[in-house]
């Protein structure tokens, strides 16, 4: 019986919670989402003071905005945040001022192409207000004179970035990551933060863990520096694996991923090693050109295992970065459908590792640990056992800490996880020893 | 003319000489077998203690049985040792007990699917005692009461191993092995070590040798890993290539090389090149689930370059570990015709090398040492030496201390055998050096 | 409008002036053509005394001669340097005497296939004399007594290397080489010098240099290798691509390209690259076996990146050494395509570098300096940008110190000439900063 956490209702019922909220990359939108989450993960969050220089970039000061509204000369409201809150650009400005349509049109975004769609705009970087409106209304607005005002704040504060772990006997780890800052989004936002947090139940489940799981959610691009900046060291060191989750609804039956730029990773090479045994996601090589944090964490100087997994990419629908990535574009249910597929990678990712043989001169005698049959004679019996008895030979012969079980399934013609029973008696007789 | 040691007579009273000897992996029989040997090959025995501790085994005790019958109440012999020396589980511990049918079956070992022939059990490393009977035997026996009486003793004394070596210009070896530990076993047994033989007088017959030859003979498994306890680090530095012979009787045409592990020594390579010019072996790769002492050799701790020769693998044919193994299937010619195929191969090996050229900032100057034309004119005469020159020019650029001379004839697109008469004028010269 | 050094005229006039020349690997017809050269080009004279020991060769004397007949006893003359100088066999010692026809003839060099062609050769390393003549004359030549006479010094002098610079932004280096030491040799001699004259010409115009360009004129090989001997340390370290410029007249569309031994240098790798886009000379790999001095650059103890271009390889025509390789088998128009074509690809290798990305740690704040849109919409304008923008973020994101320009391009799908203007910015936000 499902437990209710991982019900299509909590989801439904989150998603309905955190929808409305006006996120942007800092301010008190970031935290009372945050603060939801947390009734269901034990997030931490991490607060950088705005003005910290985080490598290239200064941590901005916090958006607060509180009104914002266009009205035409009649009083008739053309954008109101309060309706529908991407229809303020996000980080404008404070304006109060009445402006003929002409002047108007500069601070006014829409979509000719999609004329009843509103597109979300920000400008996060430079200072400007402007409003967002469907182009089929733009069309209609007469000359005449206008009132825009918004009530909106800078203010020294603080980027907040949430984590939380769960260890595993080693200490390398999996960074598993989603951004929220993005206002009423849905597939292009929300999916990410709700796969992480039913991922983190999966997760919490498992009886053993070989790998140290961490989950964090940021804001988009500015967090996942800020990221860097508090754990870059570490992952250099430690993160054998990543995942920038998002875009998990939508149509399309199978995930996507953007693998690493190196695309040398543990996890690069299991994606492609499973679609060989009844896995069918897709792999699409890196890129810097679009998608999100990933970008930041396979920047040159770190060059991190880092991909993405999407179900449907942003830049494959239309509805992304406007008022129609709803949650009726979306669905509940693809989100279900992601966590079982990316909990099934992550099972078979905890098979994935490099071993050393700890007798590596010769063959170990195996008779002697009960792990080979004394007698040269083929039982009916034995040729029951074969298959164990040679993922045992294979595994003990390959694990020189070049190369990793994936090359030993692939040597032996069989997917790692069919390995596992051999793995766990080698490592309980101390034969085999994870290289750090 | 064919000297005797190199006939088929002789190879055939070798074999009818050694075939009925009791061996097993120490012992009196094995010292018996190595004596035959020495007439024949000046091998030196090294001999290692019982309970000497081998990397992660231990030297066993010697197995010394005089008597091993099996008869039903009647007197009727079920099996004998003297019959056919099989008919005992080798390794036997001692016995002299009556009993009925069905707790004597649990002793018995046949082969219901080959029912007239008779397996060849072993039983080293944990105490059993056993006989083995044809199956259509096995049927017919009644219930009522049986006596088993073996005389065997396990006496502390050593294992032995036996080696000489035919040295070369340089101290970089070639090791080639066989084993001898079974019983009346034929093909999978006494073809190792006739070709073994055959081999080392070829070798020592030639006028040059580039590499060292080293020849042992070895109980199987625990008598490698003693190879590997005694020669391991030397062989580490000096082991340039490296044979286990056995298998070598039987039908088929060609040799079987199964590769080394890492399929990157020189002979691995020369395998595949000979391949393209007129040689047609079959070449397979390692693997550690099948074969025989190449998989110590070939374990992680040392990943010699040691492949495996067979002429028919003993997993392809139903003789294998029967007393059907015997000089009838297996044959004396196909041992003489291994003998020269691999001779052959052997001799391609010593024009296999990495060469420095001593002369490498530009082309030295050929002219002055009569290696080239003095005169800017394409005669008939040079056109005649135009291979052997571009031989030369290709050994002087590419001798890097990186490319080896099957680089330099695949660049070229000839035989490396065909490079012979320009190695030998350059090393004349001095101008080229090997790379130790 | 052509400036007259960059004119058909100009080219025509310089070769009918270094044509008749008798040049050698030494002496003064070498000296007056380099004067010739100098005029246009401020070449520098390095000269080698003879007898300096080069490498495995030694400089050798200066050859002058003066006069070399050959006559019938009729007063005929059969030969006569002054005729054409490669009538005397070059480098032949001094001899004086009467001889008869059987005598004569192992004096005597003609070439039965082209019966009405003079041969051209050398004895450079040996002491010889001879004449060379036409077949057909030679069948003419009746019985009797014959009158050779050459008046020829070996007197110690020098061996002349002469060359230039112009200098670029780094001191890395590409080498621009021909050899001028040939007497009346059209295509396979002073198409060579002639080029490059050419190509020194239009790089001395360019606005900016990244590499510093060396040209470089030598009598081949011994030259080539006075070159090494000169230089040979400085270009391992700076060096970075370099061309043997001959036979660059003559039929045929294309330049030829004999890429360097290594085949991974960054011209090695611009030429295969430039062929995908719109460019179409013939790439082929390197071999010791025929060519000039790019044998002894590549020689194992430099192997640098240097290759040889031609537009028509001496191997594939009959007029090569002989009479009949003259002007009207070369034609002048080739050479301005030949200079054309090379200065194209010049100035695409201008674009090939290894950059490291100065900020290295996720990526820089782009909006900041100008280089990106502050807004996150999607306007017309933007959509211009975008390959701009493209190539931005991939430069930045690949370089790592481990990819090159090339390597951008290729992942982008463009060719490297258009990261131009990308780089330019780049380099000039100092975002980018070359590898040494």
Same mark, same amino acid.
């Given at each position: 019986?499902?437990?209710?956490?991982?019900?299509?209702?909590?989801?439904?019922?989150?998603?309905?919670?955190?929808?409305?909220?006006?996120?942007?990359?800092?301010?008190?939108?970031?935290?009372?989402?945050?603060?939801?989450?947390?009734?269901?993960?034990?997030?931490?969050?991490?607060?950088?003071?705005?003005?910290?220089?985080?490598?290239?970039?200064?941590?901005?000061?916090?958006?607060?905005?509180?009104?914002?509204?266009?009205?035409?000369?009649?009083?008739?409201?053309?954008?109101?945040?309060?309706?529908?809150?991407?229809?303020?650009?996000?980080?404008?400005?404070?304006?109060?001022?009445?402006?003929?349509?002409?002047?108007?049109?500069?601070?006014?975004?829409?979509?000719?192409?999609?004329?009843?769609?509103?597109?979300?705009?920000?400008?996060?970087?430079?200072?400007?207000?402007?409003?967002?409106?469907?182009?089929?209304?733009?069309?209609?607005?007469?000359?005449?004179?206008?009132?825009?005002?918004?009530?909106?704040?800078?203010?020294?504060?603080?980027?907040?970035?949430?984590?939380?772990?769960?260890?595993?006997?080693?200490?390398?780890?999996? %960074? $598993?990551?989603?951004?929220?800052? &993005?206002?009423?989004?849905? =597939? /292009?936002? #929300?999916?990410? +933060? @709700?796969?992480?947090?039913?991922?983190?139940?999966?997760?919490?489940?498992?009886?053993?863990?070989?790998?140290?799981?961490?989950?964090?959610?940021?804001?988009?691009?500015?967090?996942?520096?800020?990221?860097?900046?508090?754990?870059?060291?570490?992952?250099?060191?430690?993160?054998?694996?990543?995942?920038?989750?998002?875009?998990?609804?939508?149509?399309?039956?199978?995930?996507?991923?953007?693998?690493?730029?190196?695309?040398?990773?543990?996890?690069?090479? %299991? $994606?492609?090693?499973?679609?060989? &045994?009844?896995?069918?996601? =897709? /792999?699409? #090589?890196?890129? +810097? @050109?679009?998608?999100?944090?990933?970008?930041?964490?396979?920047?040159?100087?770190?060059?991190?295992?880092?991909?993405?997994?999407?179900?449907?990419?942003?830049?494959?629908?239309?509805?992304?970065?406007?008022?129609?990535?709803?949650?009726?574009?979306?669905?509940?249910?693809?989100?279900?459908?992601?966590?079982?597929?990316?909990?099934?990678?992550?099972?078979?990712?905890?098979?994935?590792?490099?071993?050393?043989?700890?007798?590596?001169?010769?063959?170990?005698? $195996?008779?002697?640990?009960?792990?080979?049959?004394?007698?040269?004679?083929?039982?009916?019996?034995?040729?029951?056992?074969?298959?164990?008895?040679?993922?045992?030979?294979?595994?003990?012969?390959?694990?020189?800490?070049?190369?990793?079980?994936?090359?030993?399934?692939?040597?032996?013609?069989?997917?790692?996880?069919?390995?596992?029973?051999?793995?766990?008696?080698?490592?309980?007789?101390?034969?085999?020893?994870?290289?750090?």
């Amino acid at each position: 019986m499902t437990k209710y956490c991982e019900s299509i209702e909590f989801f439904d019922a989150l998603f309905d919670e955190l929808f409305p909220i006006l996120r942007s990359i800092t301010g008190p939108g970031l935290r009372q989402s945050y603060g939801v989450l947390q009734r269901y993960m034990p997030l931490e969050i991490t607060s950088i003071p705005s003005g910290t220089k985080i490598f290239d970039w200064t941590a901005p000061q916090e958006w607060h905005c509180t009104k914002a509204t266009l009205k035409d000369d009649q009083g008739n409201v053309v954008a109101d945040m309060d309706r529908l809150n991407i229809e303020v650009v996000n980080y404008s400005e404070p304006v109060d001022k009445t402006l003929d349509l002409d002047e108007l049109q500069s601070h006014l975004y829409s979509l000719p192409e999609q004329p009843t769609a509103i597109p979300y705009v920000t400008s996060y970087y430079q200072r400007r207000w402007g409003f967002c409106i469907k182009d089929d209304e733009r069309q209609k607005l007469k000359s005449g004179l206008y009132h825009a005002k918004i009530e909106s704040q800078f203010v020294d504060g603080h980027l907040d970035i949430a984590h939380c772990t769960l260890p595993g006997k080693s200490e390398k780890e999996v %960074l $598993l990551s989603s951004y929220l800052c &993005h206002p009423s989004m849905a =597939n /292009n936002e #929300l999916s990410g +933060p @709700l796969v992480l947090l039913g991922l983190y139940h999966r997760i919490s489940q498992w009886k053993n863990r070989r790998y140290t799981y961490r989950f964090i959610l940021n804001p988009e691009t500015i967090g996942s520096l800020g990221v860097l900046h508090l754990y870059g060291e570490q992952f250099k060191e430690k993160l054998v694996a990543g995942l920038v989750i998002n875009c998990m609804g939508g149509h399309g039956e199978n995930l996507t991923f953007k693998h690493s730029r190196n695309d040398n990773g543990m996890l690069d090479k %299991l $994606l492609y090693h499973l679609n060989k &045994h009844q896995f069918s996601h =897709n /792999n699409i #090589l890196f890129s +810097p @050109l679009s998608g999100s944090d990933e970008r930041q964490y396979n920047s040159p100087g770190f060059q991190l295992p880092v991909g993405c997994v999407s179900r449907s990419f942003h830049i494959g629908y239309s509805q992304y970065h406007t008022s129609l990535d709803n949650k009726e574009y979306m669905g509940i249910q693809p989100l279900l459908d992601s966590i079982d597929k990316l909990e099934k990678i992550f099972l078979a990712f905890e098979q994935v590792a490099t071993f050393e043989n700890t007798l590596p001169f010769g063959e170990p005698n $195996l008779g002697s640990r009960g792990l080979y049959p004394t007698l040269s004679f083929f039982s009916a019996e034995r040729t029951k056992q074969l298959d164990e008895l040679n993922h045992i030979k294979m595994l003990l012969n390959y694990s020189d800490g070049e190369h990793d079980t994936i090359n030993v399934a692939e040597r032996y013609g069989c997917c790692v996880t069919d390995l596992a029973s051999a793995i766990e008696k080698l490592e309980a007789h101390s034969l085999l020893k994870m290289v750090d």
